[in-house]
């Protein structure tokens, strides 16, 4: 049994606890006054804080098209039409949005969950140790989520101790995102030094320190403190912890979850709980029926584009493991072109409910950071050179030339990132990092359509209608 096993039942608990905000308890249901005693309670406050990871308006849903759908990667199958993952593929966002408004609301109700433990673990008769080790865990998830919203949105409100009213939820203002990212480093400071190198058993799935040094270079790396990133990404590798697996194909069947290049991944677990994942039913061609994904539904989402296809350098391993051109249909026998993801395969047990974890941390991401962070410091120093052909020989590609400027070597990372991370949730927010997404999005749209604000998206007017004098739209969104 692992982490994802456990969440179920972890998530009943920390939904009673949210009774805080009717000063109700249910009946059957443990009373919040009565919890948050021991470290069994404690354990179930933290598993529980993971759990909403998984969440539609976080990875279970809204993540990935925010993430990659936005970008050049990815499409939705219906891209003329008004569906909200369409409305957001095609720039074409209100702040009316469905996806931005579940992802803001999913992702506080995480940060809630998180702030809930640190506001509660000093007063459980627990070991020290183990208290320790919870703050990290509780620190480290909450960076995680300040880190996703600041990227998405911007400036936004910064909420560090359990919101116990209605009243005091719809009053918190949005702060300059610099403070966001201040609080965004302490955290990860502070679970860097409480968390564990790695678990076993049970615990298999938390929060470890390399994934606290990982994340706190990408978002030194995001802030644009080369120094900073590479030396943190560096730390990382020269651990030992983790490695490329010899295989690229070996990094995704579900009985290889948590494997040795992984550094963090969303737990994901089918089998009628609520705590399957959707991805493969979601990625499916729509109007495949049964021919790619042999239960439920063929969503037609998240579908790579020609863009993506293309980006790939011949004799690149990756990219019959990470797409497929089309399909065969098992009614008449024939072949359909219709590009798909083969990255999240799985057979679920209803439909979206399938055991695929998400991977936010691996280790090819940790090198081609620090690729990068080096190369932007110092120039396509031996480092550089080292990390990103480290990961283009597992591909089965050549080396990268000797000889590369500042400004090609960048472009070359930025195109390695492309393929060895597809489908992941990176290509968006690598292009807003460095300032190549107006370019990027207007030759793949061949057309004007994405402009300079675009880099963050629309507040969701819920939140602006709740708070008009604390939260204020977005530049460009007035509309």
């Known amino acids: 049994m692992k982490l994802h096993t456990i ?46 990871l998984a969440n539609a308006g976080e990875y279970g849903y809204a993540y990935y098209n925010v993430a990659e759908v936005r970008s050049d990667n990815t499409m939705n199958w219906e891209g003329g039409g008004n569906l909200p993952d369409a409305e957001l593929d095609q720039f074409k966002m209100a702040s009316t949005n469905e996806i931005i408004r579940v992802m803001w609301v999913d992702t506080y109700r995480g940060i809630l969950a998180a702030n809930t433990v640190l506001d509660h673990i000093g007063g459980a008769q627990m070991d020290d140790a183990l208290r320790q080790r919870f703050i990290g865990e509780a620190r480290f998830l909450r960076a995680l989520q300040y880190f996703n919203l600041v990227r998405t949105f ?54 470890t320190r390399g994934a606290a040094r990982a994340l706190l270079g990408k978002v030194y790396l995001t802030m644009g403190d080369f120094a900073k990133a590479k030396d943190k990404l560096k730390e990382v590798m020269d651990a030992g912890t983790y490695k490329l697996l010899d295989d690229y194909a070996a990094l995704w ?3 290889n979850a948590n494997n040795q290049e992984s550094l963090f991944e969303v737990q994901f677990k089918k089998g009628g709980t609520g705590t399957g994942s959707s991805f ?5 061609p729509r109007n495949s029926g049964s021919s790619v994904i042999k239960v439920g539904f063929a969503g037609g989402r998240h579908l790579p584009t020609t863009d993506l ?40 047990f209803t439909d979206g409910d399938a055991d695929n974890n998400w991977p936010v941390l691996r280790y090819a991401d940790v090198l081609l950071m620090y690729a990068e962070a080096v190369n932007a410091a110092d120039g396509p120093a031996a480092a550089a050179y080292d990390a990103i052909n480290t990961v283009r020989k597992r591909a089965k590609l050549a080396a990268l030339p000797a000889g590369l400027s500042k400004e ?14 597809a489908f992941e949730g990176h290509r968006w927010f690598d292009l807003v990092r460095t300032g190549r997404e107006v370019a990027v999005m207007n030759q793949h749209f061949k057309a004007t359509v994405v402009q300079d604000f675009n880099a963050v998206f629309p507040i969701p007017q819920t939140q602006i209608d709740i708070n008009p004098s604390g939260i204020k739209q977005n530049p460009g969104y007035n509309f």
């Open 7 to 52: 969440i179920f039942g972890s998530l009943c608990v920390l939904a009673s606890g949210c009774s805080d905000f009717l000063e109700l308890a249910p009946i059957d249901a443990t009373n919040v006054s009565n919890f948050y005693k021991n470290a069994s309670d404690m354990q179930a406050a933290v598993t529980a804080a993971y759990g909403m």
């Open 253 to 255: 069947p579900v009985a």
């Open 408 to 421: 090609a070597f960048a472009l070359a990372v930025e195109h390695e990132r492309q393929v060895e991370l």
């Open 154 to 207: 911007g400036d936004v409100p910064l909420v560090l101790s359990e919101t116990k009213s209605v009243d005091e939820g719809y009053s918190q203002p949005r702060m300059p995102k610099a403070e966001v990212y201040s609080q965004i480093i302490a955290d990860l400071t502070d679970a860097e030094q409480k968390l564990p190198v790695s678990y076993a058993g049970n615990d298999m799935g938390r929060a």
């Open 309 to 348: 296809i293309t980006a790939y350098e011949p004799g690149d391993y990756r990219k019959n493991v990470s797409l497929a051109l089309g399909y065969t249909d098992n009614v008449t026998g024939k072949y359909v072109a219709d590009p798909y993801t083969l990255k999240f395969q799985d057979t679920p």
């Open 280 to 284: 493969y039913n979601n990625f499916a």
